[in-house]
């Protein structure tokens, strides 16, 4: 649960800094007209890269809990068996890599509003995805064909829930790039600030994904 | 105040957010049904958390009957009972109190006191409410399914939970875990939406710690349940695997019912860390929006700001935070070593200290005011009360050498019950009484009110103390009689009736605010706008029932806390949030 405990920390340390910011020298109680010393504290961020930040916490907090009830279980009662993680992991971990490189390189383009260099990176990137959500499940097909079921090993067991789980949440991802790439196709009438702030939030997400990708990944090679 | 009507010269333009396009819905499915309009989600959660609450009281009733009166109903066999606590447990505290007080109070209040138009995702907030209707829907599902729903008790333990010999062992459990993970799904959703709104879509001058303790109430708890449900959705994930592909994440070798299993080595100890980490946080998800909405009831009905204010918000902030660090006192019969028990009782006892001053501020609040024992009002004292006795046991099963000989006896019930099924509740009737009329446009009846807030206030009561009692003797909690037991004195089955007997008094006593709330939608006396002479901004709005947008072509401004009431000088006792601080008497000192 350390693992938990020193992310929960972290973001409860977040809260209380930017609590303090906002409560210290403030006299709630004394009433202001505008412009006099009423301090405009909001967010100059538009509300949808927020909410995305918000629940990218939501999925750490998840992810923090299945390592830490990972390494609880590896510690258990010596039935813990590390399974051979598949070479082909390697392959899918690049496809990843390369993935967000693209994405990037989309949200450059748009940033830049370069609009005619923004739909190819943006196809492949997502193409690059589907590539590997289909090796992940090539995978899981290989470790099968070995014998290494889920309900063997409480070291497959966890493999497989891992993997699943990054795996659909790079499908919700997926549906949010649909949109983005139907915004950038249809071209008409389309607003400019939509497609750049759709392609930024995929791009987030995707590094995100590609970052607890490569915690899990390491873990599991690790043990 | 002289003029509550603006002088137009004193707006300053444009919103801090800008202008949201509102959306309007083109038909009746649209309006009425999978609308996006926060205030119309609102009645839809509170409406069917509700709905899905009275399944659980009538559940409670029968459990009574069959404690009070064994055998009374024949068809009550131990699975049974056993199916009925579970189904209990797990609907007051998640699908009754988590989504009345967020997705009901909390859609509706929170775009109205920071003054904004609506959530800012409004689609994603109504695809929450259908989420979670599903997951009530499979829910109540599982009682109809072979084997009936599952009967494991609300923590859900396994192994027992999933091996033969409990009851919906098979189907109920598989449904219980699916209904879980789908209203995670679903308050996510939510929960996105209030944490966001609150942050980006406050009115101009609204600032941080001019909100409302409601707000920051509700706002702290959904972050709470943002990081502790996810802890939930493993443990329900690892289960379903275990119980459906045979995965042994939580299952040890083990032999049940003369048949061995083919489970090896987990760990059924994880799961129970897992649980309490969302399960105690889940504690204060439901306590939290209960001070904040208590705070403003005590504020506005004893025409008194609140006593310490940043006080207050920091004390929300600290309970939520040590709310993380202490689930493992939920376990300290789980055969843990000694001074991890030592750990989680020290914390546990510091978390007093910030909901001790909470206490301290509301009676100081009280103190001298002009209390006005309105229905609401009755109702936040009567929690203060019940919040202080139910918390001082908590001082007894906080420490792990008293918890020990206490643990799974009728104490604990009279402890949790207490301080997170009465008080919450008390807090949740107050905040019906007291928000009706924003809802409705007419004020709920008050004599009726007072009526249901006498039968209930004192009718817990008479329940919940005498368990205390039962506790100290050693009747143990869950068992679905108790006759036969040489150490359970007669006295005590006498107190056992006496306490269904109560139970079904209170339990009838709910249908009038039933028949209260149905009755003064058609013939309530008319409220007007502000009833209760608050300052917040909802009770500001153009028309009441709010409009589609809230506030009318310009959002408001806020110029003040929520807070001033009584104050020096003021023509009338309240000022609104939103009265420029020129328009007060000049007289005034501040």
Redesign the interface.
């Known amino acids: ?1 350390l693992i ?2 020193i992310f ?1 920390g972290s ?2 340390a977040v ?2 800094w930017w ?1 303090v910011k ?2 210290l020298n ?1 006299q ?8 006099e010393g ?6 100059s ?1 538009p ?1 949808h890269k ?2 995305l930040w ?2 990218l ?2 999925v750490s ?2 992810f923090c ?2 390592i830490s ?1 990972y390494s ?2 590896m510690a ?5 068996r590390p399974l051979p993680e598949p070479p082909l992991l390697w392959l899918n971990t690049g496809l990843l890599v390369l993935s967000s490189v693209f994405m990037q390189r989309a949200h450059r383009a748009a940033s830049r509003n370069e609009l005619d260099r923004l739909a190819s990176p943006l196809l492949i990137g997502g193409a690059l995805a589907i590539a590997f959500i289909v090796g992940q499940l090539a995978a899981w097909y290989q470790l099968g064909e070995m014998g290494y079921f ?2 063997a090993n ?1 070291a497959n ?1 966890f493999f497989y ?1 891992i993997t699943g ?1 990054h795996g659909l949440h790079m499908l919700g991802g997926l549906v949010a790039w649909r949109r983005a790439v139907a915004r950038v196709v249809s071209k008409k009438g389309m607003d400019i600030s939509d497609v750049r702030t759709s392609v930024e939030l995929c791009t987030t997400y995707w590094h995100f994904l590609l970052l607890i990708w490569l915690i899990l990944f390491g873990l599991m090679l690790a043990t | 105040m002289s003029s509550v009507t603006h002088d137009e010269t004193t707006f300053v333009p444009a919103a801090e957010t800008g202008e949201m396009e509102l959306y309007h819905a083109k038909t009746w499915l649209g309006k009425y049904v999978f609308c996006q309009d926060a205030k119309v989600i609102a009645v839809q959660y509170a409406a069917t958390a509700i709905g899905i609450g009275l399944v659980a009281l009538v559940l409670s009733m029968m459990m009574r009957l069959q404690l009070g009166f064994p055998g009374a109903l024949a068809f009550i066999t131990p699975e049974v009972y056993m199916q009925m606590v579970t189904m209990h447990g797990m609907i007051m505290v998640i699908y009754l109190l988590t989504a009345l007080f967020l997705g009901g109070f909390g859609n509706f209040l929170i775009p109205l006191m920071v003054g904004a138009r609506d959530m800012v995702f409004p689609w994603a907030n109504m695809l929450s409410f259908w989420i979670y209707f599903v997951a009530v829907l499979i829910l109540v599902a599982s009682f109809f399914v072979p084997g009936g729903p599952t009967g494991s008790g609300w923590t859900l333990y396994p192994p027992q939970s999933i091996l033969p010999g409990t009851p919906g062992s098979e189907w109920g459990i598989i449904l219980m875990l699916v209904s879980l993970a789908l209203f995670i799904v679903g308050f996510t959703m939510g929960g996105l939406n209030y944490v966001v709104t609150v942050l980006q879509a406050r009115a101009r001058g609204m600032t941080l710690m001019r909100m409302p303790l409601t707000i920051w109430g509700i706002f702290m708890a959904t972050v709470l349940a943002l990081l502790a449900f996810p802890a939930l959705l493993v443990s329900v994930i690892m289960m379903l695997l275990d119980q459906t592909i045979g995965t042994s994440f939580f299952m040890p070798a083990i032999a049940a019912m003369g048949a061995e299993h083919d489970y090896d080595g987990g760990s059924p100890i994880l799961f129970q860390h897992l649980f309490w980490f969302f399960g105690h946080p889940e504690v204060y998800i439901v306590a939290l929006p209960a001070f904040g909405i208590v705070s403003d009831l005590i504020s506005v009905h004893a025409r008194k700001n609140i006593f310490g204010y940043r006080m207050m918000v920091w004390a929300i902030v600290v309970i939520g935070a040590l709310s993380f660090v202490v689930w493992a006192h939920h376990m300290y019969v789980s055969g843990m070593n000694p001074y991890f028990g030592f750990f989680f009782a020290t914390t546990t006892l510091i978390i007093a200290v910030p909901t001790a001053l909470k206490v301290y501020n509301w009676v100081l609040t009280l103190w001298r005011g002009n209390i006005h024992l309105t229905v609401p009002m009755l109702f936040a004292i009567g929690f203060v009360f019940t919040f202080i006795n139910g918390g001082l046991t908590g001082l007894f099963l906080g420490n792990a050498a008293v918890d020990v000989p206490l643990s799974d006896t009728y104490f604990v019930i009279a402890h949790f019950h207490m301080v997170m099924g009465v008080s919450p509740i008390l807090v949740v009737f107050g905040a019906i009484y007291h928000w009706y009329p924003k809802v409705t446009g007419r004020m709920l009846n008050e004599p009726l009110g007072k009526l249901h807030f006498w039968f209930t206030f004192l009718g817990t009561y008479a329940i919940y103390f005498p368990m205390h009692y039962l506790g100290f003797l050693g009747m143990p909690r869950r068992y679905y009689t108790s006759g036969g037991t040489d150490f359970i004195p007669d006295s005590a089955h006498a107190l056992n009736t006496q306490i269904s007997i109560a139970a079904f008094i209170v339990g009838a006593a709910q249908l009038l605010i039933l028949v209260n709330i149905v009755w003064s939608y058609y013939k309530g006396k008319e409220s007007g706008g502000n009833p209760w002479k608050a300052t917040t901004l909802e009770w500001q709005t153009p028309t009441t029932p709010a409009g589609h947008g809230n506030f009318g072509p310009e959002l408001p401004l806020v110029y003040r806390w929520a807070y001033d009431y009584s104050v020096p000088g003021a023509k009338e006792d309240f000022i609104p949030q939103n009265v420029p601080p020129r328009d007060e008497p000049a007289t005034q000192g501040e």
């Open positions: 649960m938990s405990l929960l973001i409860m809260v209380a609590l906002q409560s403030t709630p109680w004394v009433s202001e007209p505008h412009g009423t301090s405009e504290e909001s967010f961020y509300a927020v909410g918000v629940f916490g939501v907090s998840l809990l299945i009830a609880i279980r258990g009662l010596g039935d813990w889920a309900s409480p067991a829930m789980l």
